[in-house]
Structures are given as structure tokens and as C-alpha cells.
């Protein structure tokens, strides 16, 4: 087991911890609808992935 052979000050490990941020994901564009979308995934507002229909959304129902 790893034991720490010295005492780590106050800002040593505030300063580690301070680096433990949240990133935004990627978005990329929908070559079908234009949408924002994440990459390689099924488009939410069209419902294409790699150019062909893989899941229905809620406006092809209500055509």
C-alpha cells in the first residue's frame, strides 16, 4: 500500500484538485438537418447517423 512519506501542504493539494474541471462536449454539425448533435451519435432531431435513418423521432410521426 502507498503511504506518503511527507506532509503535503494545504496548497500543494488545493492546487492538484483545482485542475479537476468539467469540459463541454464536442458538438459537431448534422450533415442531414444542420442540427448541433454529438459526435458519433444518432442526430435527436433528425434521427440520421451516417447518412441513413436509424430511429424514428417525433416529427416523422406526425407526417
Known amino acids: ?3 506518503p ?3 503535503v501542504s494545504k496548497t500543494k493539494g488545493r492546487s492538484r484538485v483545482a485542475n479537476w474541471k ?3 462536449p ?3 454539425e448534422c450533415p442531414q438537418c ?3 448533435k454529438a459526435a458519433h ?3 435527436p432531431e ?3 447517423y451516417a447518412g441513413e435513418k436509424k430511429m424514428l423521432v417525433k416529427a ?3 407526417k
Open 1 to 3: 500500500m502507498a503511504v
Open 60 to 62: 416523422d410521426e406526425k
Open 34 to 36: 444542420h442540427a448541433k
Open 22 to 24: 468539467a469540459t463541454a
Open 26 to 28: 464536442t458538438l459537431v
Open 46 to 48: 433528425c434521427g440520421y
Open 41 to 43: 451519435a444518432v442526430c
Open 5 to 7: 512519506k511527507h506532509k
